[in-house]
T-cell receptor, first 112, second 116 residues
Framework: EAGVAQSPRYKIIEKRQSVAFWCNPISGHATLYWYQQILGQGPKLLIQFQNNGVVDDSQLPKDRFSAERLKGVDSTLKIQPAKLEDSAVYLC??????????FGPGTRLTVL | AQTVTQSQPEMSVQEAETVTLSCTYDTSESDYYLFWYKQPPSRQMILVIRQEAYKQQNATENRFSVNFQKAAKSFSLKISDSQLGDAAMYFCAYRSPGGSQGNLIFGKGTKLSVKP
């Protein structure tokens, strides 16, 4: 069974630029999560989807972050414009139901 | 709100020895799930072990076992016969039960080093 796929693995951008991350969950997993992991900390949830609907986006900085999950499968997370403090690893995870989550390899974002 | 605390930023163990990583949490819920995840330098979070709060029996997965003390809100991870490949960041995580809210609340992690 293929795992959670994410791309790109690394991204370096200048502040105020935009960036997008892509995630393809494990086949059949209805629930998809995006987490932000700042260096030295545990991951923090940004947004949770159930199929193509948003369940929880209370910690998503909506003035600059957006996410969508069209057709209830893969998902895109966008940052526009990026700030220095957005430098982090962005992890995508999926689960069959809100149960055990399986994580992708993450995208390391560096904002200069 | 629920919180997860890992009080050991770093731990070290000799290969083939046993090490215990500590985790405490705060919640007013009676039913929940607890997890230990491993994050090697490759960054991918790998599930190590899972515990349902309603189960009194401690979960075990090969060399990994937990000591779940519900009253004390403690959830420690024991790694037996430590191997070089066990070196990684270990995160304790909490999840509320049921419904559609399934996000994990993580501690800050413990960096485990394994000495040959």
């Amino acid at each position: 069974e293929a795992g959670v796929a994410q791309s790109p693995r690394y991204k370096i951008i200048e502040k105020r630029q935009s960036v997008a991350f892509w995630c393809n969950p494990i086949s059949g997993h209805a629930t998809l999560y995006w987490y932000q992991q700042i260096l030295g900390q545990g991951p923090k949830l940004l947004i949770q989807f159930q199929n193509n609907g948003v369940v929880d986006d209370s910690q998503l900085p909506k003035d600059r972050f957006s996410a969508e999950r069209l057709k209830g499968v893969d998902s895109t997370l966008k940052i526009q414009p990026a700030k220095l403090e957005d430098s982090a690893v962005y992890l995508c995870a999926s689960s069959w139901v809100p149960d055990t989550q399986y994580f992708g390899p993450g995208t390391r974002l560096t904002v200069l | 709100a629920q919180t997860v605390t890992q009080s050991q930023p770093e731990m070290s163990v000799q290969e083939a020895e046993t090490v215990t990583l500590s985790c405490t949490y705060d919640t007013s819920e009676s039913d929940y799930y607890l997890f230990w995840y491993k994050q090697p330098p490759s960054r991918q979070m790998i599930l190590v072990i899972r515990q349902e709060a309603y189960k009194q029996q401690n979960a075990t997965e090969n060399r990994f076992s937990v000591n779940f003390q519900k009253a004390a809100k403690s959830f420690s991870l024991k790694i037996s016969d430590s191997q070089l490949g066990d070196a990684a960041m270990y995160f304790c995580a909490y999840r509320s039960p049921g419904g559609s809210q399934g996000n994990l609340i993580f501690g800050k992690g413990t960096k485990l080093s394994v000495k040959p």
